[in-house]
């Protein structure tokens, strides 16, 4: 089986784009509606704990928020006593790969391959290429605002593109590389492509009984250009030197995914089953609201006074930091609240979660305004240069919903309702791995 993670698409925002356009463009997609059965999914009410993060450990283990827990990217680490599916299926004697599985802990005994999610602190499975491949995701990811790849991170990356080398997927992943000089957004998309070419071929050389692969470029880009699409009701516009009113980054974004897709179809036959989820969806935003990220977390928290231990960036604006001892944390905790603007008074770390048992924090840069360059920050009686401090991720265009879509080959024989709470996922796979 394959398990392939569209991470918080709107299938049926993709279904207006198939419907309007040339019937030879999107087959792939097509077929996902026309030959798979469907599933509609439902998910927490409250919207705090509608994250993807939280979602997806849900599939993994069969429970609800309220049973599993874990409400942080990253913190599936700390929950030991959850048993989740890649473990589960291996013990009952099949063989296990996962590449990325967002807030999945690597606790298989012996994984075809494992390469974790950028944000998660867990192992990949022994190999080196498994090794330098997650360092390299994870430098490419947390410092993708930046722009900026290390050395290592490119050596890697070619390494990647000879080892899956095909005339026909190599070239299409260079003719996305190419794009990304005139269309930088488009580098989420790059990444995706790759890990999936990585992902085909483990998948065909290891040739696991289960096999999870996620994707992050298509949420990624909803959440930054959703507002761009030609086929939303919304009054919103993105500025214009932020995105072209004539770009719509979700057909560009389509047009991957059905490739993608279509490599999936082509292996697919009696013995290969595939299951395509999405978590959760998004739907337009209610108003703009611009994220920014720490350009260098630890030469901030050291500017402002702030004695850690390390500090772990997760996804866009949030970062964890630990402490050597309690009294570092809540004088962390002290700086950290006194840090507003000079304009408007507004704090810049609205959110501050304090752990005891792990001595850290867990910290979210919720300022919502446009940073300018006359933006000044106070801090304990400090003043900093804002703008210098963060790089400009996004304005946010997709917010989350509770719906989300299942897809499953027609080799599936499984009974189940038509829609079903995302937890329930958990058990439609298990009964395929009894």
Request: proline letters at 3%; hydrophobic letters at 40%; charged letters at 25%.
């Amino acid at each position: 089986m394959i398990f392939i993670q569209l991470n918080e698409i709107n299938f049926d925002l993709v279904k207006k784009y198939l419907s309007n356009e040339d019937k030879y463009r999107f087959s792939n997609l097509r077929k996902i509606f026309d030959e798979f059965s469907s599933i509609d999914t439902f998910a927490e009410k409250e919207y705090e704990n509608l994250e993807p993060w939280i979602q997806w450990p849900s599939i993994y283990t069969g429970k609800t928020y309220k049973e599993h827990n874990v409400f942080r990217l990253g913190d599936i680490t700390k929950h030991k006593n959850l048993q989740q599916i890649f473990e589960k299926i291996e013990k009952n004697g099949y063989s296990v790969g996962a590449i990325s599985p967002m807030n999945a802990d690597n606790r298989l005994n012996s994984p075809a391959y494992f390469i974790p999610d950028p944000w998660t602190d867990t192992e990949s499975d022994s190999s080196p290429l498994s090794k330098r491949l997650t360092s390299m995701l994870r430098q490419s990811v947390n410092d993708n605002a930046k722009g900026s790849l290390t050395l290592r991170s490119i050596l890697t990356l070619f390494e990647s593109v000879t080892r899956t080398f095909n005339l026909r997927r190599t070239s299409y992943l260079l003719g996305i590389v190419f794009s990304t000089i005139k269309s930088p957004w488009k580098k989420a998309l790059v990444l995706d492509y790759l890990i999936h070419l990585i992902h085909l071929k483990l998948f065909k050389i290891k040739k696991p009984d289960f096999s999870s692969v996620f994707f992050n470029a298509g949420a990624h880009i909803q959440h930054h250009y959703l507002f761009n699409s030609k086929k939303i009701d919304t009054s919103l516009q993105n500025p214009k030197w932020y995105m072209g009113q004539n770009v719509d980054p979700i057909i560009e974004m389509l047009e991957v995914y059905d490739r993608i897709l279509g490599d999936y179809l082509s292996i697919l036959n009696k013995d290969t089953k595939i299951i395509i989820a999405t978590g959760i969806q998004q739907v337009p935003y209610d108003f703009l609201k611009y994220y920014y990220r720490l350009s260098d977390h630890n030469s901030f928290l050291k500017k402002i006074g702030i004695n850690f231990k390390k500090v772990l960036p997760r996804m866009t604006r949030d970062f964890e930091i630990i402490f050597k001892k309690e009294s570092d944390l809540f004088d962390a905790v002290r700086i950290l609240k006194s840090v507003k603007t000079l304009k408007d008074g507004l704090p810049i770390f609205g959110e501050i979660e304090i752990r005891k048992k792990t001595i850290s924090l867990f910290v979210t840069m919720t300022y919502p305004h446009e940073i300018m360059k006359e933006d000044i920050i106070i801090t304990s009686g400090n003043r900093l240069e804002f703008y210098k401090e963060v790089v400009f991720v996004a304005i946010k265009n997709g917010m989350h919903d509770t719906k989300g879509y299942v897809f499953l080959s027609k080799n599936i024989n499984i009974e189940t309702d038509k829609k079903i709470h995302i937890k329930k996922l958990h058990d439609l796979i298990m009964r395929c791995f009894i």
